[in-house]
Protein backbone atom coordinates (compact mmCIF):
# COMPACT_ATOMS: atom_id res chain seq x y z
CA UNK A 1 0.00 0.00 0.00
CA UNK A 2 2.41 2.45 1.16
CA UNK A 3 6.50 2.40 0.14
CA UNK A 4 8.44 2.64 2.71
CA UNK A 5 9.78 6.19 1.62
CA UNK A 6 6.14 7.13 1.98
CA UNK A 7 5.46 5.85 5.40
CA UNK A 8 8.90 7.59 6.71
CA UNK A 9 7.68 10.48 4.98
CA UNK A 10 4.06 10.72 6.74
CA UNK A 11 5.79 9.66 9.94
CA UNK A 12 7.99 12.13 10.62
CA UNK A 13 5.50 15.21 9.22
CA UNK A 14 2.79 13.85 12.03
CA UNK A 15 5.46 13.88 14.69
CA UNK A 16 6.55 17.32 13.35
CA UNK A 17 3.42 18.75 13.52
CA UNK A 18 2.38 16.83 17.64
CA UNK A 19 5.51 18.67 18.93
CA UNK A 20 5.08 21.55 17.30
CA UNK A 21 1.43 21.92 18.31
CA UNK A 22 2.86 20.82 22.19
CA UNK A 23 5.44 23.44 22.58
CA UNK A 24 2.71 26.27 21.68
CA UNK A 25 0.20 24.84 23.74
CA UNK A 26 3.26 24.47 26.28
CA UNK A 27 3.90 28.46 25.66
CA UNK A 28 0.14 29.27 26.62
CA UNK A 29 -1.37 29.67 23.20
CA UNK A 30 -5.24 29.02 22.36
CA UNK A 31 -5.60 25.63 21.05
CA UNK A 32 -6.82 26.80 17.63
CA UNK A 33 -2.99 28.94 17.06
CA UNK A 34 -1.49 25.74 18.25
CA UNK A 35 -3.50 23.02 15.33
CA UNK A 36 -2.44 25.74 13.00
CA UNK A 37 0.95 26.38 13.74
CA UNK A 38 0.92 22.02 14.25
CA UNK A 39 -0.99 21.96 10.91
CA UNK A 40 1.81 24.28 9.28
CA UNK A 41 4.75 22.18 10.53
CA UNK A 42 3.19 19.10 9.40
CA UNK A 43 2.50 20.73 5.68
CA UNK A 44 6.60 22.31 5.23
CA UNK A 45 7.83 19.00 6.33
CA UNK A 46 5.06 17.09 3.77
CA UNK A 47 6.51 19.88 1.02
CA UNK A 48 10.55 19.80 2.22
CA UNK A 49 11.45 16.02 3.31
CA UNK A 50 10.57 14.09 -0.21
CA UNK A 51 12.88 16.59 -2.03
CA UNK A 52 15.58 15.55 0.85
CA UNK A 53 14.89 11.94 0.59
CA UNK A 54 14.71 11.99 -3.17
CA UNK A 55 18.65 13.19 -3.48
CA UNK A 56 19.70 10.49 -1.62
CA UNK A 57 18.24 7.84 -3.72
CA UNK A 58 20.72 6.17 -6.84
Same mark, same amino acid.
Given at each position: M?? @?CQLLT???AILVAA???ALV /?? @?GAAWP???LSGGGAG???LAAL?? /?????DP
Open positions: FT @TLTLITC /LA @TAALAATPQ /LLKNR
